[in-house]
Structure formats: structure tokens, C-alpha cells
């Protein structure tokens, strides 16, 4: 019998692999939909903000909010967040690096829906030694076996929005990326039909920073097309995105929202020197 091709080919396979059990739990046991009010999301900022800033002592405010810290086995030097057994309410997951980083947050709030993105998410928080990652624990839209579904995405009312407010006020010239995924034969456009990857930072004005990162990857993944919305292509802009509107609102002008073509994703997963091209860009953007 052949063995089972692993997931994720590179230097954080093996990592990834060993600790699935506790990055990805199956969707089918989401129970609901826990939603935050204003007071519990201010107390999950602060208490995030302080432990991305390196202060563990706010857990406990976190735990009462429902998130339950655990070690991921063959990742040292990471604390991971996310709900304990038995109480499976949609709250996200968060992994934080102990120690010094670089100020980059790499998310993917779509994880199952699009595809890989999870799974290049948290190989690329252990390949670039990024401060912070997270992705949803509930599926993006209703299935035969889950129910209970949230797009992060829109949601301003929940603790992954809370994450990415801490991680502005803990690293306010830092990065916050968010990986999603599109299928280009469903694009409108010949543009975005070709493309590899189209950046926005959710506005109609690209800035400086997001077009140095356009450039960086341009290069790293020629010939593959990498687009800015709205010149290139005025599809995927990430307009209505909630993250990066709260996040703007809070004077933060750090937020990246990449769109990446279902075959570039695959192609991430078999390569981790691809991954590496584009871990290497975001690095250099957040520094």
C-alpha cells in the first residue's frame, strides 16, 4: 500500500502534520456561533495586544472569553489559542510567537472554503517566524455537516477582529495579511482571469507600501501575473472587508488583503520554495 501523500511539502510539514489535531479541527464540530459585545471585544484587544507585546499575564482574560492556550507539538517558542474540548462556538484561532519577530500577522479567515489557505498560513507563520497568525475554526458558509457557519471576513463583532486591533496596537508599523483564494475562471475580467494574485489594501488607493509588495512579489513570481485593485483589475478589492475596515478606522494602514489563484495555492503547498518567495516579501514589507 502506498503511503499518503502529506499535506504540505517543505521545512514546516512535519510540524504542521504533528500538530493538525489542534490548527485545524474538523468543522463538523462547530456547536455555534459566539459573537463578542463591545466590552468583551475592548477586554480581547487589550488582552492580545499585551500578550503579541510579550506579556502573558492577560491569558486568563482570554480564557474567560473562551480561548484556551495549548503547545503544538514540533513548535516550540509558539503559544497557540483556540476553544477547549467540547466547546466549539466559532471563536477563530490564534498562534502567537514567544520572543522577537518580525511584525507580521499572516490570517486566512476562509480556511476550507478557500482551499490551502490554512494549511499556507500557518507554514508560512513557522517558515518566516512571523509574530502571529490566525484562521477560522467554523466554515464560511452552512454544509451538510455544519450548520453553524461565520464569514470572519465581515464580522466585526468577534475576536478575531479584536486579534487584529492587538496586533495594531502591539505593532502599529506592522503587517496584517490576509491570505484568501479565488477561482479565475470565475472572474469577470481577462485580467484577473490570469492572475496569480491580486493585493489590495481594501480602499480604492493603493499605498506605497502595498505597491513595494506588489513589486517584491511581481519579481519573486515571475512570470506569473501579481495585480493591485483597483489599476490592475477592479475585482477582489476586499472593500466591505471588516478587518481592514476597523483596522483603518484605528489609524492603521498595515493591512493587506492577497487573493491567490486556486493553482498558485496548490502550487504552495507542493513548494516551499515558493512559499519562501512570498514569506520573504511579506517579511520585507513589514520591516
Known sequence: MSRAKPILAGGAAAAILAGAAYLFPPFG??????????????RAQSAFAELLSGNKDRLADLAELGLMESDVPGAEGALLLSEGAGDCQARGIYWVREGAAPPLAITAPHRGSDRHTGS???????????????????????????????????????????????????????????????????????????????LSNGTEEPSERLLDLADCLSMAFAPVPVLVYPGDTGELGAL??????????????????IEISADLRAAMIED????????????????
Open 240 to 257: 466591505s472587508n471588516a478587518q481592514g475596515q476597523l483596522l483603518r478606522e484605528a489609524g492603521f494602514d498595515g493591512f493587506v488583503h
Open 29 to 42: 464540530g462547530v456547536e455555534g456561533t459566539a459573537f463578542a459585545d463591545n466590552a468583551e471585544l475592548a
Open 272 to 287: 516551499g520554495a515558493l512559499r519562501a518567495k512570498l514569506g520573504a516579501c511579506l517579511v520585507e514589507a513589514a520591516s
Open 120 to 198: 499556507i498560513a500557518s507554514a508560512l507563520f513557522l517558515e518566516t517566524g512571523a509574530q502571529a497568525a490566525a484562521w477560522n475554526s467554523a466554515p464560511r458558509r452552512k454544509t451538510s455537516g455544519c450548520e453553524h457557519a461565520l464569514d470572519l471576513a465581515r464580522t466585526k463583532d468577534h475576536l478575531f477582529s479584536a486579534f487584529a486591533l492587538g496586533f495594531a496596537q502591539a505593532a502599529p508599523n506592522g503587517l496584517n495579511v490576509q491570505l484568501h483564494g479565488f477561482d479565475g475562471e470565475r472572474r469577470d475580467s481577462v485580467a484577473a482571469q490570469s492572475a496569480g494574485m491580486i
